[in-house]
């Protein structure tokens, strides 16, 4: 069964302090793996697509990166207006459906 | 620049009444789906549809139903409505999976739906 798996569940950094969040997923083919980002009373807005182990995404302060068993969202020097929640997403090849994992919630603290 | 778009945003009903979520996407996307989000527990799928007359169930279908009469449209259908549907309710879009590389899913604003 196609799962994904993601931690810490919470997250609070200091500005300007650097961390990662993990994605670990189990699918029988990845055609593709994404970072979604929610604010609070929005839809989930997307970041990064990966497709193969190796491949690495960047976007200001955000660098997703992709083995065969997990992802990461690196964030560097975060700044308040990062904070929200980080969805992360999986489809297999040959399958219709997106399994999301259950999010992390980052606070950056000014 | 509407991309995804769901009405209403908020709504409450009463136990045992129905009521229909609107979803309509002007990006041209054939396959369509409805999301649920609950508080610790992630999205799940409800339904999907992957072209104009197509749906399928997805992992939470029970008190659920949709059609896609057109492309644009994905309208779900709650009948007798249960506490347990108190959640919010995302409509999103995608073009086929794998037609080519960048493929993603687009979200519209969500709906808050409360039963009482």
């Known amino acids: 069964e196609d799962q994904v798996t993601q931690s810490p569940e919470a997250l609070r950094l200091q500005e300007g302090e650097s961390s990662s969040l993990n994605c670990s997923y189990t699918v029988s083919g990845l055609r593709g793996l994404f970072w979604y980002r929610q604010d609070p009373g929005k839809g989930p807005e997307f970041l990064f697509t990966l497709y193969s182990a190796g491949e690495e995404k960047e976007k200001e302060r955000l660098k997703a990166t992709l083995t065969k068993k997990e992802s990461f969202l690196h964030i560097t020097a975060p700044k308040p207006e990062d904070s929200a929640t980080y969805l992360c997403?999986?489809?297999?090849?040959?399958?219709?459906?997106?399994?999301f994992g259950t999010g992390t919630s980052l606070t950056v603290i000014p | 620049n509407a991309g995804v778009t769901q009405t209403p945003k908020f709504r409450i009903l009463k136990i045992g009444q129905s009521m229909t979520l609107q979803c309509t996407q002007d990006m041209n996307h054939n396959y369509m789906y409805w999301y649920r989000q609950d508080p610790g527990m992630g999205l799940k799928l409800i339904y999907y549809s992957v072209g104009a007359g197509i749906t399928d169930k997805g992992e939470v279908p029970n008190g659920y139903n949709v059609s896609r009469s057109t492309t644009e449209d994905f309208p779900l259908r709650l009948e007798l409505a249960a506490p347990s549907q108190t959640s919010v309710y995302f409509c999103a879009s995608s073009y086929q999976p794998g037609l080519f590389s960048g493929n993603t899913i687009y979200f519209g604003e969500g709906s808050w739906l409360t039963v009482v």
């Open positions: 997403a999986v489809q297999a090849v040959g399958g219709n459906q997106f399994y």
